[in-house]
């Protein structure tokens, strides 16, 4: 069975710093492209980085510079730094994973908050 677990949100200050993980379970994460979404109240899903299995990355402009995403793979995780937090970063993040050789495979994690406010 495959399964995300996603921890690491939560309620921040603008300018401060969380930290995301997902832990997957139930496949190989190297054979994937691994990514993180997120989604604000009343906007569409979103991309906000991506990381390849070879490890290359890219990122939504409104994020370059601050986030930074790495992945392990002998862990299966993927991570998602987010520094210089903005209140227009509040949004429910969410663990994205597609296999690599079938684009039609792919993977959600349940989503965690985060909240930048003062």
């Known amino acids: 069975q495959v399964q995300f677990v996603e921890s690491g949100g939560g309620l921040v200050q603008p300018g401060g710093s969380l930290r995301l993980s997902c832990a997957a379970s139930?496949?190989?994460?190297?054979?994937?492209?691994m990514a993180w979404y997120r989604q604000a109240p009343g906007k569409e899903r979103e991309l906000v980085a991506g990381?390849?299995?070879?490890?290359?990355?890219n990122y939504a402009d409104s994020v370059q510079g601050r986030f930074t995403i790495s992945r392990d793979n002998a862990k299966n995780t993927v991570d998602l730094q987010m520094n210089s937090l903005k209140p227009e970063d509040t949004a429910v993040y969410y663990c994205?994973?597609?296999?690599?050789?079938?684009?039609?495979?792919?993977?959600w994690g349940q989503g965690t908050q985060v909240t930048v406010s003062s």
């Open positions: 994205y994973a597609r296999l690599n050789i079938n684009n039609a495979i792919f993977y």
């Open positions: 139930g496949i190989i994460s190297s054979l994937y492209a």
């Open positions: 990381i390849t299995s070879g490890g290359r990355t």
